[in-house]
């Protein structure tokens, strides 16, 4: 069978997971980088055998051999490269969100239907097997009616004034920052989950620090922690802390989602619980490998993670036996696999998020951010 060539765009946090995820894949092979500059890009690939770095991406692109790129780079360069990359024939797998605006989610994804190429959004929570032994039960009709859908997700990376990333500038992360950040990444599992979609919502939004003390110098993802006061400048902010959301999938389905970048010791916590008419179930990030299941009339019951437990559908997003933890980083290798494997099966269907799920959470996105500058509900057109 033949090995599929990939290159990375981007050299930050989430260009070196998504290159050690691509190297768990056993028939794909990452052979160029691309970065702000060509050092970025050797630094990042040092050790990994990646033979080819380039600061221009579009010189990879010209290289008939290079299958599929990944999009790793801050949000307001997705739509330019993604659009380059479908253009130039490969297939897509692209960093949330999909793109800045509604319209720029929307030509990607026709262009990539256009083109023909396999095309995926990361969101890659969906691949927890307990996230998808949740969206068994509800399929399976487990859990009854939907009634409640309610969670949070909630960091501390940028409580301090002093904590500064390229996401809190508008400018490379869009208006939005952290109901895009990780909003979406809550509002795409509530619609995975339980297969219902959110039709209106009314949101409040929060910026507790107007202004940041941004780095003299580039800092990378979570490593802003030990700079002293001579290595900031003092710069405004207009991107939200702090995001609540009420919601409605539906006549009957209601919820509440709440998000946050400010909360005092939540390293990365999403919480997401689904109660129905015969019982809930709740899940943590946190505790990836356990799921919560709630009764009415009988005790209720702590589910750890175990392959040969696990309903038919979610059995395969588990590579280990129970007792042996499945986290973050074993995600992405989920979805990349997934990804690989629909490139390698021209006609089979996707088993991911495409674009058209990127679009989706822009929309949810947008309404968002009418609904919490109008203070007023807002619908969500149907897609």
Same mark, same amino acid.
């Given at each position: 069978?033949?090995?599929?060539?990939?290159?990375?765009?981007?050299?930050?946090?989430?260009?070196?997971?998504?290159?050690?995820?691509?190297?768990?894949? &056993?028939?794909? =092979?990452?052979v160029?980088?691309?970065?702000?500059?060509?050092?970025?890009?050797?630094?990042?690939?040092?050790?990994?055998?990646?033979?080819?770095?380039?600061?221009?991406?579009? &010189?990879?692109?010209?290289?008939?051999?290079? =299958?599929?790129?990944?999009?790793?780079?801050?949000?307001?360069?997705?739509?330019? +490269?993604?659009?380059?990359?479908?253009?130039?024939?490969?297939?897509? +797998?692209?960093?949330?969100?999909?793109?800045?605006?509604?319209?720029?989610?929307?030509?990607?994804?026709?262009?990539?239907?256009? @083109?023909? %190429?396999?095309?995926?959004?990361?969101?890659?929570?969906?691949?927890?097997? +307990?996230?998808? @032994? +949740?969206?068994?039960?509800?399929?399976?009709?487990?859990?009854?009616?939907?009634?409640? %859908?309610?969670?949070?997700?909630?960091q501390?990376?940028?409580?301090?004034?002093?904590?500064?990333?390229?996401? %809190?500038?508008?400018?490379?992360?869009?208006?939005?920052?952290?109901?895009?950040?990780v909003?979406?990444?809550?509002?795409?599992?509530?619609?995975?989950? /339980?297969?219902?979609?959110?039709?209106?919502?009314?949101?409040?939004?929060?910026?507790?620090?107007?202004?940041?003390?941004?780095?003299? @110098?580039?800092?990378?993802?979570?490593?802003?922690?030990?700079?002293?006061? @001579?290595?900031y400048?003092?710069?405004?902010?207009?991107?939200?802390?702090?995001?609540? %959301?009420?919601?409605?999938?539906?006549?009957? /389905?209601?919820?509440?989602?709440?998000?946050?970048?400010?909360?005092?010791?939540?390293?990365?916590?999403?919480?997401?619980?689904?109660?129905?008419?015969?019982?809930s179930?709740?899940?943590?990030?946190?505790?990836?490998?356990?799921l919560?299941?709630?009764?009415?009339?009988?005790?209720?019951?702590?589910?750890?993670k175990?392959?040969?437990?696990l309903?038919? !559908?979610?059995?395969?997003?588990?590579?280990?036996? !129970?007792?042996?933890?499945?986290?973050?980083?074993?995600?992405?290798?989920?979805?990349?696999?997934?990804?690989?494997?629909?490139?390698?099966?021209?006609?089979?269907?996707?088993?991911y998020?495409?674009?058209?799920?990127?679009?989706?959470?822009?929309?949810?996105?947008?309404?968002?951010?009418?609904?919490?500058?109008?203070?007023?509900?807002?619908?969500?057109?149907?897609?």
């Amino acid at each position: 069978m033949k090995t599929l060539k990939t290159a990375v765009f981007g050299t930050g946090f989430m260009g070196r997971v998504h290159l050690e995820a691509i190297r768990r894949n &056993e028939f794909v =092979d990452a052979v160029a980088i691309a970065g702000r500059t060509v050092e970025a890009a050797q630094r990042l690939g040092a050790g990994c055998s990646v033979p080819t770095f380039t600061a221009d991406y579009r &010189e990879i692109l010209g290289d008939p051999a290079i =299958d599929a790129v990944h999009v790793c780079t801050p949000n307001a360069l997705h739509f330019s +490269m993604a659009k380059d990359a479908l253009l130039a024939g490969k297939h897509v +797998m692209c960093e949330k969100p999909l793109a800045i605006t509604v319209p720029e989610a929307e030509e990607l994804t026709t262009l990539a239907l256009k @083109q023909g %190429v396999r095309n995926a959004i990361c969101h890659n929570i969906r691949f927890y097997p +307990m996230v998808q @032994q +949740m969206r068994s039960m509800c399929e399976s009709g487990a859990l009854g009616e939907i009634l409640v %859908v309610q969670g949070t997700y909630f960091q501390d990376w940028l409580l301090y004034d002093t904590d500064w990333n390229w996401r %809190v500038d508008a400018r490379a992360a869009g208006t939005s920052r952290v109901l895009a950040d990780v909003g979406s990444h809550w509002f795409d599992l509530a619609e995975h989950i /339980t297969g219902l979609r959110v039709t209106s919502l009314c949101s409040d939004l929060q910026t507790f620090h107007q202004t940041r003390k941004k780095p003299k @110098q580039a800092v990378e993802t979570f490593a802003n922690k030990l700079l002293g006061p @001579q290595d900031y400048v003092e710069t405004p902010v207009d991107t939200e802390d702090f995001g609540a %959301v009420l919601f409605r999938m539906g006549p009957r /389905t209601r919820g509440s989602a709440t998000v946050s970048q400010v909360s005092a010791g939540r390293k990365n916590r999403l919480v997401i619980e689904i109660c129905g008419t015969k019982s809930s179930v709740a899940w943590d990030q946190e505790r990836p490998d356990e799921l919560w299941v709630g009764h009415r009339e009988t005790s209720n019951q702590i589910f750890v993670k175990d392959p040969s437990l696990l309903a038919p !559908g979610a059995r395969t997003f588990a590579d280990l036996p !129970g007792g042996h933890s499945e986290g973050y980083d074993d995600t992405f290798k989920q979805i990349f696999r997934r990804f690989y494997s629909s490139i390698r099966t021209p006609g089979g269907k996707p088993d991911y998020p495409q674009f058209a799920d990127g679009l989706r959470q822009l929309k949810i996105l947008d309404a968002a951010l009418r609904s919490n500058h109008a203070r007023a509900w807002v619908d969500i057109a149907p897609s």
